[in-house]
């Protein structure tokens, strides 16, 4: 079937922003234009005419990572569950997503993708949206449920979310680099820690 003009152009932005993620997991700042259109397999000027220029193409391709972490098994548990159960399952995700063999890859395209923006004011203002929003989804998961007798706030759950994915993050890391294997039950009795007014904050 023969693809409408918009879908061919969405399928070409969408090819050039996966080529673009794996020419710059493996180049980072040095990743030519022209590697990542012929690895899409287009040409230098689709980038110019469907992004402007490589600089917007990485802007799009930084904006569109969100992170491994699937919150989706995590959502389908429901709203009754209380708060330590969901960062319990949240610390289990972070630990299966290290372990993943795919792991040491994505770990290496997020330390390209920092080599990519730290001279770039504006793409590191994408990144930094990014991360907020991955927060801001994990807060979602917490603001509501109880704690200490009342419901945690949409401030305590974003203060918690920031907290949460800093430390698995570290963690996570580590096992990826072989530092320590980090057992499950270990990711799980270190997210609880966190639960605590101390971290929550005032409601």
Avoid: C
């Avoid at 090819?15 to 040095?30: C, N, T, Y």
């Avoid at 603001?143 to 949409?154: F, I, K, N, Q, S």
């Avoid at 096992?175 to 499950?184: A, C, K, P, R, T």
């Amino acid at each position: 079937m023969r693809l409408t003009r918009a879908e061919s152009k969405a399928a070409n932005k969408r090819a050039l922003i996966d080529a673009a993620r794996e020419v710059v997991g493996k180049e980072g700042s040095q990743a030519k234009l022209e590697d990542i259109a012929e690895l899409a397999g287009l040409t230098t000027g689709a980038v110019y005419s469907l992004f402007g220029g490589k600089n917007d193409l990485m802007i799009a391709m930084v904006d569109d990572y969100t992170g491994p972490l699937d919150l989706r098994p995590i959502e389908a548990l429901g709203p009754g569950l209380p708060l330590e159960e969901v960062v319990a399952e949240v610390a289990r995700q972070f630990r299966r997503m290290s372990a993943d063999p795919g792991a040491a890859g994505m770990l290496l395209f997020e330390t390209r993708v920092l080599d990519l923006v730290l001279n770039d004011p504006e793409l590191l203002g994408k990144l930094n949206a990014s991360v907020r929003s991955t927060e801001v989804d994990l807060a979602a998961l917490f603001t509501g449920r109880e704690y200490g007798g009342a419901p945690v706030t949409g401030e305590q759950a974003v203060r918690l979310a920031r907290a949460l994915k800093a430390l698995l993050s570290g963690l996570g890391q580590s096992v990826v680099l072989g530092v320590h294997d980090g057992s499950e039950e270990f990711f799980v009795d270190v997210a609880r820690s966190l639960v605590t007014p101390g971290v929550l904050g005032p409601a």
